[in-house]
T-cell receptor, first 116, second 114 residues
Framework: GAVVSQHPSRVICKSGTSVKIECRSL??????MFWYRQFPKQSLMLMAT?????????EQGVEKDKFLINHASLTLSTLTVTSAHPEDSSFYIC????????????FGSGTRLTVV | AQSVTQLGSHVSVSEGALVLLRCNYS??????LFWYVQYPNQGLQLLLK??????LVKGINGFEAEFKKSETSFHLTKPSAHMSDAAEYFC????????????FGTGTRLTIIP
């Protein structure tokens, strides 16, 4: 089945630095990638939707200059957390829409970001 | 607008007992409905989905869910709980092809009592 590889699985960074998270679709072309954020013991909140070759669409309240999304190819989307702060510490998950016309999605395994 | 309500943030059942996780949805159009399972520090795995075909949907690991339009519900069940079922379960809704954003419920943590 469709697989999305997400890296890194865990990252610790210092305040003020930037962190890049990658999601690759391994055996299919992901024209649309969704990026979620999940706080401990809470649900997933959609941050943005990216389409290959175009600018991402951000949800209300998400700072697009802080969370940079690039979807330059059909198999790779990246999320860069710029000038990270401790409040950015969270679990970030990507999800790609598969070619299944019945609304199938495949999720990455998530990235635990800790900003110290 | 679409939304999902999961009643019960924590559910505990004995091993071998029936599992019932509740999900009610709100959608302005016929919805697509999903149940996902999440193990600690991992992504989400699809258990099953409803996309306007049969109202009783069978998924992986013995789970199934029934779409009831009159009740706007999509409850998840499993006849006999196994220890490996302990995890976080999320119900999600989308408005289908053309509006594919998933809206998630707040999740239900399932604990299995030996």
């Amino acid at each position: 089945g469709a697989v999305v590889s997400q890296h890194p699985s865990r990252v610790i960074c210092k305040s003020g630095t930037s962190v890049k998270i990658e999601c690759r679709s391994l055996d299919f072309q992901a024209t649309t990638m969704f990026w979620y954020r999940q706080f401990p013991k809470q649900s997933l909140m959609l941050m943005a939707t990216s389409n290959e070759g175009s600018k991402a669409t951000y949800e209300q309240g998400v700072e697009k200059d802080k969370f940079l999304i690039n979807h330059a190819s059909l198999t790779l989307s990246t999320l860069t957390v710029t000038s990270a702060h401790p409040e950015d510490s969270s679990f970030y998950i990507c999800s790609a829409k598969t070619r299944d016309r019945e609304g199938g999605y495949t999720f990455g395994s998530g990235t635990r970001l800790t900003v110290v | 607008a679409q939304s999902v309500t999961q009643l019960g943030s924590h559910v505990s059942v004995s091993e071998g007992a029936l599992v019932l996780l509740r999900c009610n949805y709100s959608s302005s159009v016929p919805p697509y409905l999903f149940w996902y399972v999440q193990y600690p520090n991992q992504g989400l795995q699809l258990l099953l989905k409803y996309t306007s075909a049969a109202t009783l949907v069978k998924g992986i690991n013995g789970f199934e869910a029934e779409f009831k339009k009159s009740e706007t519900s999509f409850h998840l069940t499993k006849p006999s709980a196994h220890m490996s079922d302990a995890a976080e379960y999320f119900c999600a809704v989308s408005e289908g092809f053309g509006n594919e954003k998933l809206t998630f419920g707040t999740g239900t943590r399932l604990t299995i009592i030996p």
